[in-house]
């Protein structure tokens, strides 16, 4: 079959996008990635074979949508803005392993897609230029969920990519690097330049791996309390851990905190950015006894 030219360079972009007479939407996080050499590194990373079945949010015109479905077995799609289904209908039309879900993806159950789409499925990946303004929601609702997904590959705003990649005693560590860690590996494997886009945003990105681990990188007994002690130590990156500490577990004595610090080898003078992610998972241990007494 003869297939069209590739979507992701700026003439054929304008082109479909003047055919159709769309408009972007703002709200929305619109910007296309115009740049074929980098859509194929993205690919790349993301290490999809002819046994991969892919998710990817938000396919805007459909140019990473295609150079996936050309290595992939299957990509499933989600995209928010329904003026943009009959554009992908027509720039998809080549490829029958594409599937188009007019969808906000934070409403959606994956979870019932991977039963039904996937079911024997053995390799499964997200792949997405994600629109920036919902970013960490999106990663962080799929990654609790624990979803047979085995990587992530994402596109996204690169200040954003290194704090969620962040490691202790630097400024971009914060309770949500801990999160990351705590269910991937995180690695930033590149960055690319706000030029690429149509439209230019204003800020440069990065893209994000994330290998899933099989099982979380530490042992917690009470998964909830765990995440507690990670954000509230961090409430305010000023105050010491005990300040902090104290703040969000109000229900639990200065006395008994102090002690908690102290038995986990914790310095309370300390501030949450100097803590591994052993350091709380130990700390927040120690904290769940002290709540279930
Ligand atoms: N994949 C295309 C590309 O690389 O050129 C477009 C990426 S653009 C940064 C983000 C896309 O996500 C847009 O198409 C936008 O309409 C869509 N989007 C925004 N919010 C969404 C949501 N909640 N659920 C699904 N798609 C969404």
Redesign the pocket.
């Known amino acids: 079959m003869m297939l069209s030219k590739d979507i992701a360079t700026i003439s054929r972009t304008l082109e479909i996008i003047q055919k159709h007479g769309f408009h972007f ?1 703002k709200g ?6 115009v740049d074929l050499n980098i859509l194929n590194k993205i690919v790349d990373h993301a290490e999809i074979t002819k046994n991969t079945y892919v998710i990817e ?5 459909g ?3 295609e150079q996936l479905a050309k290595k992939a077995k299957k990509v499933v799609c ?4 329904k003026t ?1 289904i009959p554009i992908l209908e027509e720039t998809l039309k080549d490829y029958n392993n594409i599937k188009i879900i007019n ?4 409403k959606a159950d994956i979870k019932e897609l991977i039963n039904t789409e996937f079911c024997d499925a053995s390799d499964i990946a997200l792949v ?5 303004y ?1 970013t960490t929601p999106i990663l962080m609702n799929l990654l609790e969920q624990k979803l047979p997904i085995k990587r992530y590959c994402v596109m996204i705003q690169k200040e954003v990519a290194q704090r969620l990649s962040g490691t202790p005693g630097t400024k971009d560590y914060n309770a949500l690097s801990v999160a990351i860690q705590y269910y991937t590996e995180p690695k930033i494997v590149l960055n690319v330049p706000r030029t690429v886009f149509i439209p230019q945003p204003n800020v440069d990105s990065a893209v994000l791996k994330l290998k899933v681990r099989t099982t979380p990188l530490v042992e917690v007994k009470d998964e909830k309390l765990f995440f507690h002690v990670v954000k509230g130590s961090f409430i305010q990156r000023r105050k010491t851990i005990l300040n902090n500490l104290k703040q969000t577990f109000t229900n639990i004595s200065s006395e008994l905190l102090l002690e908690a610090l102290q038995q986990a080898n914790l310095n309370p003078q300390t501030r949450g950015e100097t803590l591994s992610i052993h350091d709380f998972a130990r700390l927040s241990n120690i904290i769940a006894n002290l709540v279930h007494l």
């Open positions: 939407k929305f996080g619109q910007n296309f990635l949010i938000g396919p805007g015109i140019s990473l949508t989600y995209e928010i803005d943009l969808e906000d993806v934070l997405a230029n994600l629109p920036y919902i």
